[in-house]
Nanobody, 121 residues
Framework: QVQLVESGGGLVQAGGSLRLSCTAS????????MGWYRQAPGKQRELVAV???????NYADSAKGRFTISRDNAKNTVYLQMNSLKPEDTAVYFC???????????????WGQGTQVTVSS
């Protein structure tokens, strides 16, 4: 079983910054991809940024130039530094981990419970 615990959400004014963290717990051998998705009210969940264990990162167009994803593989933790936040960034942000290896088991996709980010104008 993989548990992902997010932290760092909150309320911030437009132009401000937040840093999200997500740690995967369990007797984890490796995690292929970790990343962040978000879901605004009435909208589908969408990719924000993901990063492979080797460091390759992909960003949504809306995140490029403002958000930075990073990982600490030794701690099974992924971070999302969000700068120049806009009201349209308001959403619940979910952490995701793909292909988590624990012993002989591979968990294809695991999700955190989500953390609320609210950007006021």
């Amino acid at each position: 079983q993989v548990q992902l615990v997010e932290s760092g959400g909150g309320l911030v004014q437009a132009g401000g910054s937040l840093r999200l963290s997500c740690t995967a717990s369990g007797n984890i051998f490796s995690i292929n991809v970790m990343g962040w998705y978000r879901q605004a009210p009435g909208k589908q969940r969408e990719l924000v940024a993901v990063q492979s264990s080797g460091g390759r990162a992909n960003y949504a167009d809306s995140a490029k130039g403002r958000f930075t994803i990073s990982r600490d593989n030794a701690k099974n933790t992924v971070y999302l530094q969000m700068n120049s936040l806009k009201p349209e960034d308001t959403a619940v942000y979910f952490c995701n981990a793909e292909r988590v290896v624990i012993g002989r088991d591979i968990f294809l996709s695991s999700w955190g419970q989500g953390t609320q980010v609210t950007v006021s104008s």
